[in-house]
């Protein structure tokens, strides 16, 4: 009876440390990342895995930092003079998810304007034409951890309007921006992400500018083993293109 009892007490001690030694395994799975997966959303749906740790991003590409005399009501830059100059209208850098939530002031942002720099009026907005119908377009970003399970998963949106003239030239950009949507966070992970402006640039001539603006779209993800950051870039013309930045 004696040593029956004493089995009994081994066979418990070393199930409950198997026990524990699984429960360790499966706590390290769920909280390690594997893969993510990049979706571009439309009728012929494409997409691309990374490694978890690769950077996506455009090695020359910085982010620009937040000004603090920015307003919230949007920022006015000027480059250049006249019509072959141009003015930046609008928001530089906004976050878009904040503690794994869609940012509520995303719709109090004002969308940035690229358009020609006439005496730094930004009333030259209201007298340009020929605009084309606003564009959108989506892409969903999907985390799994080494159980195959999505962790962190979120859809963002860029927008804008292109083709607009002033005085029957150029082409030029406005209502540009980010917006996320059908965030889901799992437990223990924590999620930001953010969209900023890198730049500005004439892609045509002096005479008739092509406007084009550069976007970056960037995340951090967190756990109690890793932290993990991601981006994607875009370059949008003022001929109406949407072209992803990639290595």
């Known amino acids: ?88 209208y609008g928001k530089k850098i906004w976050n878009i998810i904040t503690s794994g939530k869609p940012t509520g002031t995303q719709q109090h942002i004002v969308p940035l304007s690229v358009i020609p720099n006439i005496d730094g009026q930004t009333g030259t907005l209201y007298e340009m034409e ?34 607009g003239s002033y005085n029957g030239k150029g082409k030029w950009l406005t209502g540009i921006n980010v917006s996320a949507s059908e965030v889901s966070v799992m437990w223990g992970f924590g999620f930001d992400a953010t969209s900023s402006l890198v730049g500005v640039t004439n892609m045509g001539t002096k005479e008739n500018p092509i406007a084009a603006a550069t976007l970056k779209v960037s995340w951090e993800l967190s756990s109690v083993l890793q932290n993990v950051k991601g981006s994607e870039s875009f370059h949008i013309t003022g001929d109406n293109r949407l072209i992803p930045v990639t290595e």
């Open 130 to 163: 020929n605009w084309e119908l606003p564009k959108s377009r989506k892409f969903k970003v999907n985390y799994k951890n080494l159980l195959g399970v999505s962790v962190v998963s979120f859809t963002y949106s860029v927008n804008y309007q292109a083709g």
């Open 1 to 88: 009876m004696k040593h029956f009892l004493l089995l009994i007490t081994f066979l418990s001690a070393t199930f409950a440390a198997h026990s524990n030694e699984v429960e360790k395994t499966l706590a390290e799975k769920y909280f390690t990342l594997d893969k993510v997966e990049v979706i571009e959303i439309h009728d012929e749906v494409e997409s691309k895995d990374f490694s978890y740790n690769k950077d996506n991003s455009e090695a020359s590409v910085e982010t620009t930092e937040a000004n603090p005399d920015d307003k919230e009501d949007g920022i006015v830059e000027l480059i250049g003079n006249g019509i072959d100059g141009m003015l930046l």
